[in-house]
Structures are given as structure tokens and as C-alpha cells.
């Protein structure tokens, strides 16, 4: 009887030993990073970025200095590094639009020069660092925030979750987005891009009868074999929500990316799936007979097999996010897409969208961050 327990009881330690020298397996991830302080080596599953925004941490995270950025839509603000337009708050990231007259005067966006020197400006496109007002073009007139991670952190494939709540206000466009790193297949869209949200301010606007205002979201991929020529129409996703608009409370958005396919939830629902199936090339339609593929030596997921880097920003208005074919109410838009003086027209009727941003007397009007993290596939 004591040999039984005595082999009872050394059975039971080694047992106990065995287990509790087992260390957790690391599952290899499909998931690259380059991160300066990320670990070179990590595990399926594992966080590879977070930012809760304490503060704005500028070796994270670089704000665009230019007037330039949006310069193919004609967008309507001027990037700025400004505390004023970028700041945190009780561990919120505030995007806040602002007047550029406010600062310099009327005048100076009809006549005025700003010049950006050139170890600070973050894109020369579009006479994006030295630029002088004129009746057709004038100097930007809004001044809000462009921040990306393309100088600290980028990647491919995993799983990205972010918290936020949209701003209110007639034209103003608020996203958040990737971009590659390289531009590897070509210049846009054929290197891609990957729009995780992408909303409009506005109470009242509708296409038909679809609200296409801040109560829509939508995610997109952009990619085409040609500068230019875009296939978005076939990997686009658009969600409503007039119980819970996007601009009154925090939703959080989710993008899980590998290398077959896209999936896009919005508040752990499900809105959409991407599969590469054949490849993008097949799935935008694109015809051999008019343009060659620029993804054929490629995985089967590109231009989306290569690494992207993190975007938010706050844009306004442009010739391109908001149809003239939309109808605003009460009053229409302000501009014509095809104006010679687009961003004139729009800040010359200022009367009509400046009260429904409301500068003076909330915060409505700022684009809300709570959160960014990413995990690896």
C-alpha cells in the first residue's frame, strides 16, 4: 500500500513538472512589419502597434505640412503640423478644422504667398510649398490635419481595429485609410489603396433617396493597371446607420487583411468580404485588349501583397467625394465639381455651411480618435 502511493505521488510530480516546464508555442505570423521599435520577431495573434493617444506622439506619428495633399480633388484644406488643429485630450486625438482667414485675413487668401520651406513641407504636388492666392485659385481657406506612420510603421496583413467618432458639418470628408509604402506596381492607383472609413459631415445630403451624409460609412479598395483607371466600384462597401450616426458616437472599425481576401466590420459587424479569387486584375473588370496587368508576376492579392502604412485625416469638400448629383439640405452645394474656382465658390458662400460646423461653440465639428491597434494575422 505505501509503494502504491509512494509511486502515486511521483507519478503526479512529474506530471506536474512536465507541465510546467511547457512553454507557450509561438505560431509563426504571415503578418511584416517595419516599426524602428517593433520586435523583429513576433507571434500569430500578437499586438504589433497600439496608440490610446495619451499624447501625440510625433516620432509615431508624422503630421503633413502642405497645400498640396488632396491637390487632384482640388480638396479645400491646407495640411498643417498646428497644435491647434492636432492635439489629445483626456487620452481623445482631436482633429479640428479651422479658417485659414482667421489667421491671416481675407485678403491674404486672394493674394497672399505661402511659401513652405522645404525641409518642412511634407509635399511639393500641386504647388504644395510655395503658393500665391488668385481670384481663380485661392490660398487654402481651411486649415485641418493629414497624420500618417509612413516614416515609423507599415505593414502586411493582419488585423487593425479603430475607435472613433466622426465630425459634424456641411463638406467636411473625415478618413482613415492605408497607403503603400512604395510605390511598387506604379503610381495611383496601381500600387492600391485600402479605405478603411470614409464618411461625409453633412446632416441632410442624399443621393436619391440614400442618405449619403454622417450617417453613412463606406470602405473601399482602390486599384487599377493604369494611372487613373480605378476598379473601386468592385470592392466597395457602404453601411447606414440612422439609429446610431457615425457622427454622435464612437464606432469602432475593424479590417482584417490576408492574403486571400478582405473582411470590413463596423462595430464587430460584419459589412463586407473581399475574396482575390482570380486576382484584381479579373475583378475590376479591366480588359487585356486595352491595358496589360501590372500585378501578373504578383501574388494572387496584389497590388495588396506588399506594406501599407496607417492614414487620418480630415479633408473638406474637392471635386471628387461630394457629387454635384447630390442634393444638400436646406441649401444645395456651393460649388460646381467643374468650377474654374471651386474652393472660391465654396468659401464665398461660407453663410450657408460655416453655421453647421459650429466652431465657437462645441466640438462637434472635430474628428475623434480614441484608439489604433493592430495585431498580427
Keep these: 500500500m505505501l509503494k502504491a502511493l509512494e509511486f502515486k505521488f511521483i507519478f503526479l510530480f512529474l506530471v506536474f513538472v512536465n507541465f510546467s516546464s511547457i512553454k507557450a508555442i509561438c505560431i509563426k505570423s504571415l503578418t511584416t512589419v517595419y516599426w524602428s521599435v517593433a520586435p523583429k520577431e513576433f507571434c500569430s495573434g500578437e499586438k504589433i502597434f497600439e496608440d490610446n493617444f495619451d499624447n501625440l506622439n510625433r516620432s509615431v506619428w508624422l503630421l503633413e505640412n502642405s497645400l498640396g495633399v488632396g491637390g487632384g480633388s482640388k480638396e479645400f484644406q491646407w495640411y498643417t503640423n498646428d497644435p491647434i488643429n492636432a492635439y489629445t485630450e483626456s487620452g481623445i486625438l482631436h482633429i479640428k478644422p479651422t479658417l485659414t482667414a482667421d489667421i491671416y485675413g481675407e485678403e491674404f ?29 485661392i490660398i487654402n481657406p481651411i486649415r485641418s490635419v493629414r497624420m500618417n506612420t509612413m516614416p515609423s510603421f507599415s505593414f502586411k496583413f493582419g488585423t487593425v481595429e479603430i475607435r472613433a467618432k466622426n465630425p459634424t458639418g456641411d463638406w467636411l470628408f473625415p478618413a482613415i485609410w492605408l497607403n503603400p509604402k512604395f510605390t511598387k506596381f506604379g503610381p495611383w492607383p496601381m500600387s492600391g489603396e485600402i479605405d478603411i472609413m470614409e464618411s461625409r459631415g453633412n446632416l441632410n445630403l442624399f443621393s436619391g433617396d440614400t442618405s449619403v451624409g454622417a450617417d453613412q460609412i463606406s470602405t473601399t479598395l482602390h486599384f487599377g493597371p493604369k494611372a487613373g483607371i480605378d476598379g473601386w466600384r468592385y470592392a466597395h462597401f457602404a453601411l447606414n446607420d440612422q439609429l446610431s450616426p457615425f457622427n454622435l458616437d464612437f464606432h469602432v472599425y475593424k479590417m482584417i487583411w490576408t492574403p486571400r481576401s478582405f473582411e470590413f466590420y463596423v462595430d464587430n459587424k460584419l459589412i463586407g468580404i473581399i475574396d482575390a479569387n482570380q486576382g484584381f486584375f479579373k475583378r475590376g473588370k479591366f480588359s487585356d485588349e486595352l491595358y496589360s496587368n501590372p500585378w501578373s508576376n504578383a501574388t494572387i492579392m496584389a497590388p495588396f501583397d506588399q506594406e501599407f502604412y496607417v492614414i487620418i485625416d480630415l479633408a473638406v469638400g474637392g471635386t471628387s467625394f461630394f457629387s454635384d448629383y447630390y442634393q444638400n439640405l436646406p441649401l444645395k452645394k456651393p460649388w460646381l465639381n467643374n468650377s474654374t474656382r471651386p474652393a472660391a465658390d465654396f468659401w464665398e458662400n461660407r453663410k450657408q455651411w460655416l453655421p453647421t460646423w459650429q466652431l465657437d461653440e462645441n466640438e462637434n465639428s472635430h474628428m475623434l480618435i480614441d484608439y489604433v491597434k493592430i495585431w498580427a494575422l
Design 109 to 137: 487668401l486672394y493674394s497672399g504667398n505661402v511659401f513652405i520651406p522645404k525641409d518642412e513641407c511634407t509635399q511639393d504636388i500641386f504647388s504644395g510649398c510655395n503658393r500665391t492666392g488668385s481670384y481663380t485659385q
